[in-house]
């Protein structure tokens, strides 16, 4: 039987010295794996984060917050102040982990530097940049989408470049992290030292735009604004259905003649033009108008249907609602009950990965500023050095 109370991560000791969220999402993969996090918060106004809003919950928290903060306690400390320095320096030189997107100059002046902390020989530290140090990028993620390239893809061909739906810079750097720091817990395993990890947004924007970089990197092609289309592939797109939109995701030849069947174009599948995906790719306009035409003619779900139905890839466009529908659907309970202190909870998105030994838990909600603890009261987690 698995014991929820004990995770891969436990008891790791975790000091969160990050704000807004790709510091917070490291912080919160490791403690969803067992780790205990104490996150360092700014009197009065906390992380960043508590003040983007709307939208709030029941009790007036910012959800934004709320997203990257479970399992987590919190701790007022002012880093300006003598007294909470050395509260903070204390817990620093006992933890296993610290994460930190504070600014050099704040640290140092705090004592809570990389090399200050040096008579805690196992600590993994990881800084968050925007991009590495000096910092003279802000780590703001619509500003790194725009010098990273990304706003200069996303888009119609004609249209002003547009930012990703979501903070997605800041998650990938949120994960570069936590790789990091999973890899340098693990040779500290083997050699008992810690060491700097350190991760940018700018460079995790770069390789995360994958086959898009390398367009640039070995070929030399510079991407630019698509749309909905596809550099490499089509038709990979969305249609207008007679009621709403559909996508279709045609990944090779085969995929193709199914569809060519489905909309009743089979000559489409023998046409020169379009027999091969570089061909379709070279015609894509033709291509789209040719099956534009066809996919008004029948509601949406209708063609999802007869295309699953041959192995071609099709879905409606859900709204985040239906989408949290349709994992539920396939029993992948995407959603989980976070217990508060007064017996209530918070419904919060749950983690992706699955561990049938050590899965991740939702042991606590994301905390009220400085109820879980105070500076001049650190209780329990008022860690020994080791």
Request: glycine letters at 8%; hydrophobic letters at 40%.
């Amino acid at each position: 039987m698995v014991d929820s109370s004990v995770g891969a991560l436990t008891p790791l000791r975790v000091l969160d010295l990050s704000r807004h969220l790709a510091g917070p999402f490291a912080t919160m993969m490791v403690a969803d794996l067992g780790a205990e996090v104490i996150k360092i918060e700014q009197p009065e106004t906390g992380d960043d984060t508590r003040g983007r809003c709307p939208p709030v919950d029941v009790r007036g928290m910012s959800t934004y917050f709320q997203s990257v903060n479970r399992n987590k306690a919190s701790l007022v400390l002012d880093l300006n102040d003598v007294h909470d320095q050395e509260i903070a320096r204390q817990l620093a030189l006992s933890a296993d982990v610290i994460v930190s997107d504070l600014e050099p100059a704040v640290l140092d002046g705090a004592d809570l530097g990389y090399r200050s902390l040096q008579a805690n020989p196992g600590l993994v530290y990881c800084s968050i940049s925007g991009a590495g140090y000096p910092l003279e990028t802000p780590g703001h993620d619509l500003l790194i989408q725009a010098l990273g390239g990304l706003m200069s893809i996303t888009g119609p061909p004609h249209a002003e470049p547009q930012k990703a739906g979501v903070a997605i810079v800041d998650v990938l750097a949120g994960l570069f992290a936590t790789v990091g720091i999973l890899a340098a817990l693990r040779h500290r395993d083997a050699t008992g030292e810690g060491q700097h990890v350190e991760v940018n947004l700018l460079t995790s924007l770069l390789s995360g735009l994958v086959n898009q970089a390398t367009a640039y990197t070995s070929a030399g092609v510079v991407p630019r604004r698509l749309g909905n289309w596809h550099p490499s592939v089509a038709p990979y797109e969305p249609f207008a259905a007679a009621d709403e939109h559909l996508v279709i995701a045609v990944g090779n030849d085969r995929q193709f003649r199914g569809l060519c069947t489905v909309v009743g174009l089979e000559a489409l599948a023998e046409d020169t033009r379009f027999a091969t995906n570089s061909h379709r790719n070279d015609n894509r306009d033709e291509l789209h108008n040719y099956l534009a035409a066809e996919f008004r003619k029948l509601p949406a779900h209708d063609w999802v249907e007869r295309c699953s139905a041959v192995g071609v890839p099709a879905g409606v466009i859900n709204s985040i609602a239906d989408a949290y529908s349709l994992a539920d659907s396939l029993g992948l309970a995407p959603i989980v009950e976070v217990p508060r202190p007064d017996g209530t909870a918070v419904r919060l998105a749950r983690n992706p990965i699955n561990l049938s030994a050590t899965p991740p838990s939702y042991r606590s909600a994301p905390p009220e500023l400085g109820d879980s603890l105070r500076s001049n009261d650190p209780g329990k987690y008022d860690w020994s050095i080791r």
